[in-house]
C-alpha cells in the first residue's frame, strides 16, 4: 500500500536552512508530480512547492519563492525541499504527496519550527 514517511524537520533559527525528505513506497513514483504541502496550527493544509515526474518542471508558492527548492531522485523514491532564509510564518508540519492527490492518505508528516 502506499506509504510517504516524512523527515528532517526540527527548530531552526530566523534566516537558517533546513532540507525535509520524504520516502515514498507502494506506487509508481516517477509516475506522479509530487507536492509539498504545509500546514500550520489552526490553518489549512496547503500548497508549498510541486515538481514534475522527471524533475524538469517546478512550482512554488509566492510565499516560498526563492527560498524554497523542491528536487526529487526516482531512483530512491524520494523527494527533498530545501528551504533557506527561513521564517517564523514557515513553522508548520510538512508533508509530501502526489499532485493531484491521488487518495485521502497522508504520510506523520515532520515538523518544522522558526524560532529564536
Known amino acids: 500500500q502506499v506509504q510517504l514517511v516524512e523527515s528532517g524537520g526540527g527548530l531552526v533559527q530566523p534566516g537558517g536552512s533546513l532540507r525535509v525528505s520524504c520516502v515514498a513506497s507502494g506506487f509508481t513514483f516517477s509516475g506522479y508530480w509530487m507536492k509539498w504541502y504545509r500546514q500550520a496550527p489552526g490553518k489549512e493544509r496547503d500548497g508549498v512547492a510541486e515538481i514534475s515526474r522527471f524533475g524538469r518542471t517546478t512550482n512554488y508558492a509566492d510565499s516560498v519563492k526563492g527560498r524554497f527548492t523542491i528536487s526529487r531522485d526516482n531512483v530512491k523514491n524520494t523527494v527533498y525541499l530545501q528551504m533557506n532564509s527561513l521564517k517564523p510564518e514557515d513553522t508548520a508540519v510538512y508533508y509530501c504527496?502526489?499532485?493531484?492527490?491521488?487518495?485521502?492518505?497522508w504520510g506523520q508528516g515532520t515538523q518544522v519550527t522558526v524560532s529564536s
Open positions: 504527496n502526489t499532485a493531484p492527490l491521488q487518495s485521502d492518505y
